[in-house]
């Protein structure tokens, strides 16, 4: 009876049905920790989101580096952790132009009126409070060099197009949808041969995209005019001028088109064009960090990590907008939840990683007493995906801790990440590469695509309504769970690097060396 009673008792504890034949019912291992229970319950029942959200990305905007929304920024997040009660800072590491976006407004007068969607690209000068008007020419197909610099004096009070006229405003996908196979094909050869033909034309100025605008500044243009598309319906991308004294703009691809197929015909359109930018002079540029402290061992630590600053054609919403919620939402739930983590947990929020990964370099090269003592840094920035890779980074037994810090995260978080392992170490991208350069265990959480290259990546579309806020909840879980589990590990993690492969030129690989950041920047 005793012998019954005992196996009945097992049979209960582990789920079995005496008298089923049904799969055992285990208690997912996730459920059993309050920690990651509570984790979750936070997330999900008083999500802080939409809240950062809209005061990050339409009460401030974006973030370009040097500007005042930049500085905005970094205060707004201060004060956000401080009212969570996380120790926070703004740690300067260097010095940027100034500059501050205003209104664009820009207007075809002649053969007819419209108003054409375009605006100033970044750091581009301003047109002093006044509206510059002038006709509009394209870049000439000259013979060489000797001859463009004749055709030179021709831009003098002209607006002159710069960018390749595109065959079409479809993106490929649309044509793949509907167009004929014929169709399509044809498209795309013709296509290839302008961009090769245009590419040309560049190269027979003498001069790069990077030069070129100078060039015609210099040559008494109104302004230089182009148009970046970004392969999707009305997406551009905006970056920044190179030109000091006369205004550079983008224009839709549309409107772009317009004015060259009006020009190439003859008709000679005629634009206004007012930008109410202004110079702000040298601006300081910071990372913001949080810090929740360790209690057992508090010179370790946890870094969650995502850059704050963005480009400025849109809001910076999912560049990296998103990845900043991610981050501030998981240091608010571990603040209430997991209040006193063995190791230090610390979020930093960098600056200027458009311009080359410039804030966290500086950190890493600030902080050595930091990096050397780091358990694990998450990044999290290619758009507002749910997190679906993680790759160990070249770190030989990365995936000894990953997993075992995964298999905490509930399913259906879990399931979808694909893992790699050693995998290869990141030499640029985003700011865990600044770590992983040092050979301190840094990975990104990267994110699944929706459209993001085309769409949002440095596009004028990258808005707060690009936002997939349940992806964006299910990143903070997992950023949050992740590091909790590396906060409680009892053990430090390895940095033993992997043996990289042969590269091209039959060399052994070599690990991503440390680079230093430009910590003046934009002023020459």
């Avoid at 197929?261 to 064009?273: A, C, D, N, Q, Y």
């Avoid at 540029?285 to 850059?307: C, D, M, Q, R, W």
Wanted: charged share 25%; with cysteine.
């Amino acid at each position: 009876m005793k012998k019954i009673y005992l196996i009945l008792t097992l049979c209960l504890s582990y789920g079995f049905v005496v008298g089923q034949t049904k799969e055992p019912v285990r208690k997912d291992p996730v459920r059993t920790d309050p920690v990651v229970e509570n984790i979750v319950k936070e997330a999900t029942e008083n999500s802080q989101l939409e809240k950062l959200a809209h005061e990050l990305m339409d009460v401030i905007g974006p973030r370009l580096v040097g500007s005042p929304q930049m500085q905005q920024a970094h205060e707004w997040a201060v004060a956000k952790y401080k009212g969570w009660n996380i120790t926070a800072k703004n740690e300067k590491w260097g010095e940027w132009r100034g500059w501050e976006r205003g209104v664009s407004h820009i207007d075809m007068i002649a053969p007819r009126v419209k108003s054409l969607e375009g605006m100033q690209l970044a750091w581009s000068p301003g047109t002093g409070g006044k509206t510059v008007t002038g006709d509009v020419m394209i870049l000439p197909d000259v013979a060489d060099s000797a001859a463009f610099q004749k055709w030179l004096p021709s831009a003098k009070g002209k607006f002159i197009l710069i960018s390749m006229n595109q065959p079409t405003g479809r993106p490929d996908y649309n044509w793949q949808e509907f167009a004929t196979k014929e169709s399509f094909e044809k498209m795309k050869k013709e296509r290839d041969g302008q961009t090769d033909a245009w590419a040309n034309r560049m190269k027979k100025t003498g001069y790069t995209a990077r030069t070129l605008p100078v060039a015609l500044e210099k040559a008494g243009a109104a302004g230089v005019v182009m148009s970046y598309w970004s392969k999707g319906f009305g997406a551009n991308k905006i970056f920044g001028a190179y030109t000091k004294t006369v205004p550079t703009v983008d224009i839709s691809l549309e409107d772009y088109g317009l004015l060259y197929r009006l020009t190439e015909s003859g008709h000679t359109p005629k634009i206004s064009v007012r930008a109410d930018a202004k110079e702000t002079g040298v601006s300081q540029t910071f990372n913001t960090v949080g810090e929740i402290k360790g209690t057992e061992k508090p010179n370790e630590y946890v870094i969650l990590s995502a850059h704050f600053d963005s480009w400025d054609g849109g809001s910076g919403a999912t560049d990296n907008g998103t990845g900043t919620l991610v981050m501030m939402e998981a240091m608010r739930i571990l603040k209430k939840v997991y209040p006193n983590p063995k190791r230090t947990i610390l979020v930093g929020h960098w600056g200027s990683e458009e311009q080359g990964l410039n804030g966290s370099r500086a950190f890493v090269e600030d902080h050595p007493e930091i990096v050397q003592n780091i358990q694990a840094v998450f990044n999290q920035d290619n758009g507002t995906g749910r997190v679906v890779n993680l790759s160990g980074q070249g770190f030989l037994n990365s995936y000894e801790y990953l997993t075992r810090w995964l298999s905490k995260v509930p399913e259906p978080i879990r399931t979808p990440i694909e893992t790699r392992f050693p995998g290869a170490p990141g030499a640029g991208g985003s700011d865990f590469a600044s770590f992983v350069a040092a050979g301190a265990p840094a990975f990104s959480l990267s994110s699944l695509n929706w459209s993001y290259g085309t769409y949002t990546w440095h596009t004028n579309r990258d808005t707060y309504d690009k936002i997939v806020f349940d992806d964006v909840r299910s990143n903070a879980i997992l950023a949050a769970i992740m590091a909790y589990q590396a906060s409680e590990d009892p053990a430090k993690t390895s940095r033993e690097k992997s043996i990289l492969p042969i590269d091209a030129k039959g060399a052994p690989g070599a690990w991503p060396e440390p680079r230093k950041p430009t910590r003046r920047g934009g002023m020459d």
